[in-house]
Structures are given as C-alpha cells and as structure tokens.
C-alpha cells in the first residue's frame, strides 16, 4: 500500500510538470497560421485599400519558432526580381529568401522599388492576388482582418488623391518572454492630381524664330467605377510672344513612345484666353497609368520682345468629389514655364559721348571673323530690328535713327560681334570697328548677368545692363580738320625763291671778282 502511494504521489508530480510545462511551451510558442489585422489610415472616403502579400515568414510547425532564413519572397515577386537588375540583389536565388542588402536598403531606394513593383502588380507582369478594403462615406481609415504573417505592399484607388505605394509588416515579434503577433497600422501618403511642365531639350532662353518645345506632365486622377463626375482637362495659356503651332501629342511616357490612343481626348480651342485644352474621357485611360505627357510646340514670334517673359501657364482641371458634377475644378492645379529672348540698346556718339550721331551703319555677326551673320529685320520703326523668324529676308544693313540710336531685339543668349560698316558723315570708320558683345544670363530669368561690350570705341563707362537688355555707346572721331604739310604749299615756294636768289646772287659776285682779276692783270 505504501509503495502504491508513493507510485501516485510521483505520477501527480509528473502530471503536475507535465502541465507546467505545457503552460510554458505555449507561452513561448506562436502558431505558424495565425493572423492578424492591418489599419490604414490617411485615406479618403471612397477609396478602396489592396494589400499584395510580398513576403512570407518560415515558422516551425512543431516548435512554434521562427526558422533562419526567416522571410521568403513569394513565387511570383522571386521570379520577377530574378529578370530585374537593378534590384536582384534583394533575393537569394537558390531558396527566394530575403538577403541582408534588402533590410539594409535606404527610403529612397525602397520609395523606387515599391513604385516598380506595384507598377508591375497592376501591369500584371507580376500576377498576384490582393485583399481589398473600401473606405465607406466618412471613414478615412480601413482596416484589413485575417491576414497572415508576412509583408504587404499596399496600393490606393478611387476618391481623387494620388496615393504613393507603401508596405505592412505583420511578423512575429519575441517581448522577453514570448513570441507575438502585433497588429499593424500604417499611414497611405496622398496628394491631389499634380501638373508640371518643362522646356524639352532646350534651356530657357529663346530668339525669335526660335521653335520651344513643351512638356506637360500631369497626374491622372483616380476616380472610383461608379464615379458620376470625373472630369479630367489639362490645358495651356501661351503668351503674345509665342505662337502655337498646334501639334499636341498626348503619352503616357515622357519619351513619348507610347501614345495614348485618340479616342481617349479631345484638343479643344476655348474661348477666353487659354490657347488650348485637352477634355479626357477618363474610362478611355489605361488604368494602369497614373500620368500622362502633353507636349506640343510653339514659336517665338515679334512680340516676344515687347513681353516681359514668354509665359507659358500650364493647368490641371478634376472633380474632387467624384459623385458631384459642380465640384469640378478648372484650376484645381498650375504651373507655369517661361523662356525669355534678349536685346542690345547701342548709341553712336562724338569721342566724349556728348553728342549722339546719326548716319552710322552695322553688322551683326556670331563669330568672330564676321563671317555668320546674324538674321535681322526691319521691324518698321526706324533703327529697331528684331531676330527674323522662318521665312523672312534680313535687312541689308543695320542703320540708326535719327538720334544715332540702334535696337537689336529678339536675341538668344550669347556672344556677338557688332561691326561698323559706315561711319557718321564727317566722321571716320574707326581702324578696328568691331565690338565684342557678350549677353549672359546663368539662370535664365530675364535678367542679365555678367554681361559686357568691349571694343577700341566703346564708352566703357556707358555700358550698363538692365533687365534683358544691355546698352552702351560707341564713339567716332572727326579728323577732318587735321592737315597735313604739302610740297605745293607757300612755305614751300617761299623757301624756293629765297634759295634761287641766294645761288643767283652768288653767281653774280663769282663773275664780277672773276673781271675785276683779269683787268688788274
């Protein structure tokens, strides 16, 4: 009896550990299948939240214990890192783990990579299956239940914000004691449709006649299936110095090589003083785009002068409430670029610059062998010539009014060299008539800077720029009344008569000695 006692006392203690220890290991444990909720914040209402899980984590079924490697990249974002140079060092080709460069990566690397692969998430390229949540009216919060260990990339459509692609970890977690799946909540990053614009392949500095390339990019806004009002317009209003030469072409690439197909827009000419607009028939866009590029061109014309920059405003129009068709905004968003063309302001004066002298003509030439000479024309008013544009005869010769005052206008930024060819009447062609002109502007603005005209004639005090134009004198002299001695002139003549009367005087003593030695012989 007492052995059998004793039998049950140490089958209790087993029992007893056997409890403890089970309490204990599943304390320590985490389930391989648990799962657990995601919280996305900074939505608007309407828009509907798409988790992709990209990675996976590898959890021991007996255990309960994370195994080393711990994240796998699922099958189909492997393979698809596999083609992609620039970010397959993020996978361990033999097993699609996750490699060290990966967690190591910087938030503008990341910010790229989550951009590309949600890109190609919605191109299909990479085919995965998501879990979707909408924002009810109201809400600017979603939350995602039931999903599994891993990381998710998630994306935002519908409303009329712009979301940027951002990811949910969901990973156990070990707090000293345990291993723990936390919930996770998340903030998506929206803006409204942007537009920017920019010159294509040129600087910001133009002459007339110039040809200025534009491209407009602008962001396409996502409006929910059932969306009544979507409204999607970009449009331009080109200033008097530019004229339009209606060639828009509409891309969904900036390189322009994929076109959007014309049934997807219309170019309208509105009334008031935009130039032109483009109406979107969103349902027509790819859904898989987020921009589209305008690019047209335009021409400098004779009034880019008189402007004080060739402004180019470009805008945006949306509806911002998709369910209400006055939300729409014509200039819900803008921008703006400008060029700017240049000029020269030159005087001819007397020596001292007191004086301003008509008659005086020039050349324009940008080398300095005066053989390129720079096409200008007559623009009407007299000693004013502007940069011709296509089609256009130059004038002859460049001459000033009658306050000896020349205006070159429509001028590119650059070096010139300005060469007298006819000097005031009165007056002499200086010996070296040309005058090297130098228009700079670093960061075109309209504003001159560093700019300087230098020649054997010019006042250098009088040089001065002010905004586009840079003005200076250059001065002749009249040597009219210098004059040189001649051998016909009375100093001459006077010098002769005294000589031949002094050798005539001389003749007559030599003779008259010669007759009075042979008398006193």
């Keep these: 009896m007492k052995t059998t006692k004793i039998l049950h006392q140490i089958m209790a203690c087993c029992l007893v550990l056997a409890v403890v220890l089970s309490m204990g290991l599943t304390g320590f444990a985490i389930n391989p299948d648990q799962t657990g909720s995601i919280t996305v914040n900074g939505v608007n209402e309407n828009t509907t939240v798409s988790a992709y899980q990209i990675i996976t984590v590898d959890v021991d079924q007996a255990s309960g214990q994370p195994k080393s490697p711990m994240y796998y990249w699922v099958d189909e974002v492997a393979d698809w890192l596999k083609t992609q140079d620039t970010y397959k060092a993020y996978i361990n080709e033999a097993d699609n783990s996750v490699t060290e460069v990966f967690k190591e990566g910087t938030a503008e690397q990341f910010k790229s990579f989550w951009h590309d692969l949600a890109a190609a998430i919605k191109a299909g390229t990479v085919d995965l299956t998501s879990t979707d949540q909408k924002a009810e009216a109201g809400q600017d919060s979603v939350t995602l239940t039931g999903m599994p260990m891993g990381q998710y990339l998630l994306t935002a459509n519908g409303g009329v914000k712009i979301y940027q692609p951002t990811t949910a970890k969901l990973i156990p977690t070990w707090n000293e004691t345990e291993w723990v799946l936390n919930n996770e909540s998340v903030t998506m990053k929206g803006e409204a449709p942007t537009i920017d614009k920019d010159v294509a392949g040129s600087d910001s500095s133009v002459a007339i006649g110039d040809i200025v390339t534009y491209q407009v990019r602008a962001d396409i806004p996502s409006y929910p299936e059932d969306a009544t009002a979507k409204r999607f317009v970009v449009g331009d209003k080109i200033s008097s110095g530019l004229t339009y030469n209606r060639d828009v072409k509409v891309s969904y690439d900036k390189a322009g090589e994929e076109q959007v ?176 002109i130098v228009i700079s502007d670093d960061d075109p603005d309209g504003v001159l800077d560093d700019s300087s005209a230098k020649g054997n004639n010019v006042l250098e005090e009088s040089v001065e720029a002010e905004k586009n134009v840079l003005s200076f004198k250059i001065w002749n002299t009249n040597d009219s009344g210098f004059e040189l001695p001649t051998t016909g002139g009375m100093g001459t003549v006077l010098f002769t008569v005294v000589g031949l009367a002094l050798m005539g005087g001389a003749i007559v003593l030599i003779v008259l000695t010669s007759k009075k030695k042979k008398a006193h012989n």
């Design 261 to 436: 197909s014309e049934d997807a827009y219309k170019v309208t000419a509105p009334s008031g003083d935009r130039t032109f607009e483009i109406e979107f028939n969103v349902d027509e866009l790819n859904t898989a785009k987020k921009e589209i590029y305008v690019t047209y061109t335009a021409t400098v014309n004779e009034n880019a002068f008189e402007a004080d920059d060739l402004g180019n405003d470009a805008f945006l129009g949306y509806n911002n409430d998709p369910y209400d068709q006055d939300s729409y905004k014509p200039d819900g968003s803008t921008t703006e670029e400008d060029v700017y063309t240049y000029g020269i302001d030159v005087t001819k004066t007397n020596k001292d610059g007191s004086s301003a002298l008509n008659g005086a003509e020039f050349k324009l030439y940008s080398d300095l062998e005066c053989k390129q000479e720079v096409s200008l024309i007559s623009t009407g008013v007299a000693g004013v010539y502007r940069h011709t544009k296509s089609g256009e005869s130059a004038a002859d010769v460049l001459a000033v009014d009658g306050n000896g005052n020349l205006k070159l206008q429509g001028l590119d930024l650059g070096t010139y060299y300005l060469k007298e060819t006819k000097a005031p009447d009165g007056y002499n062609l200086p010996k070296n008539a040309v005058t090297t």
